[in-house]
C-alpha cells in the first residue's frame, strides 16, 4: 500500500540557520507529490507540488524540494529559516490504490529559535 | 474567491448527540475530502467524494459516521450518536481533478468538536 513517512516528529533550528525536513514514500510509480504547512489552529496551505518534469521544485515562502526517485524522498528545504516558518509541516502524496486519494504523512513540528 | 468555507468552528456537545459538520467546497472542484485530525493518529482521511459521489469511505470509523454531498456545493459529515473519542478537528477540502486525480488540496479552517 502506498504510504508517506516523516521520520522527524518535531525539529528545532536556529533562525537563520537552513532546514531540511524529511519525507520519503512508497508508491509504485511516478507519484504526485505535495508539501503543505499548518499553522496553529489554521487549516493546511499548500507551500509546493511536484507532478513532473524538474525535479527540483520551488514553493512559497522561499521553500523548494527535490524529488529523488531512486531514494523514494522528497525532502523539503530552505536555505535560512525565519521565526515565522514555527509551524508543522506534511508531506502528501496522491495515491491510486482504491481510487485516488491524498495520503499525508504524520507531519514534522518546526521550531525556531532566536 | 471565497475559499472553503467549514461551519461550524467549534462545537461542543455531550455525549449521544448528534453533530452535523458542514461543508462548502470551491466552486468548481471535483472533488471533496473530509479529514479529522488529532494529537495521536494525525490526519486521517474519513472519506472523499469525486463529482457528489462517494469514492472511499473506508476511513469512516463506525457506522455512526455517515457523510453527503447532495450538490457540488454542499456537503455534510454527521456523527450520531457522538462519543468523546470524536474529538478532534474536522477538515473539509476541495480539489480540481488532475490526470486523473487529486490535485493541490485546498482547506477550510477546520471544525473543532469537542464532545463531553
Known amino acids: 500500500a502506498q504510504s508517506v513517512t516523516q521520520p522527524d516528529i518535531h525539529i528545532t533550528v536556529s533562525e537563520g540557520a537552513s532546514l531540511e525536513l524529511r519525507c520519503n514514500y512508497s508508491?509504485?510509480?511516478?507519484?504526485?507529490l505535495f508539501w503543505y504547512v499548518q499553522s496553529p489552529g489554521q487549516g493546511l496551505q499548500l507551500l509546493l507540488k511536484?507532478?513532473?518534469?524538474?525535479?527540483l521544485v520551488q514553493g512559497i515562502k522561499g521553500f523548494e524540494a527535490e524529488f529523488k526517485r531512486s531514494q523514494s524522498s522528497f525532502n523539503l528545504r530552505k536555505p535560512s529559516v525565519h521565526w515565522s516558518d514555527a509551524a508543522e509541516y506534511f508531506c502528501?502524496?496522491?495515491?491510486?490504490?482504491?481510487?485516488?486519494?491524498?495520503?499525508f504523512g504524520a507531519g514534522t513540528r518546526l521550531f525556531v529559535k532566536a | 474567491d471565497a475559499g472553503v468555507i467549514q461551519s461550524p468552528r467549534h462545537e461542543v456537545t455531550e455525549m449521544g448527540q448528534e453533530v452535523t459538520l458542514r461543508c462548502k467546497p470551491i466552486?468548481?472542484?471535483?472533488?471533496l475530502f473530509w479529514y479529522r485530525q488529532t494529537m495521536m493518529r494525525g490526519l486521517e482521511l474519513l472519506i472523499y467524494?469525486?463529482?457528489?459521489?462517494?469514492?472511499?469511505d473506508s476511513g469512516m470509523p463506525e457506522d455512526r459516521f455517515s457523510a453527503k454531498m447532495p450538490n457540488a456545493s454542499f456537503s455534510t459529515l454527521k456523527i450520531q450518536p457522538s462519543e468523546p473519542r470524536d474529538s478532534a478537528v474536522y477538515f473539509c477540502?476541495?480539489?480540481?481533478?488532475?490526470?486523473?486525480?487529486?490535485?493541490?488540496?485546498?482547506f477550510g479552517e477546520g471544525s473543532r468538536l469537542t464532545v463531553l
Open positions: 477540502a476541495s480539489s480540481l481533478a488532475l490526470a486523473g486525480g487529486p490535485g493541490e488540496l485546498f
Open positions: 467524494f469525486n463529482n457528489n459521489v462517494p469514492i472511499d
Open positions: 508508491y509504485g510509480a511516478t507519484p504526485y
Open positions: 502528501a502524496v496522491v495515491s491510486n490504490t482504491g481510487g485516488f486519494k491524498t495520503i
Open positions: 511536484y507532478f513532473s518534469g524538474d525535479t
Open positions: 466552486s468548481g472542484h471535483d472533488y
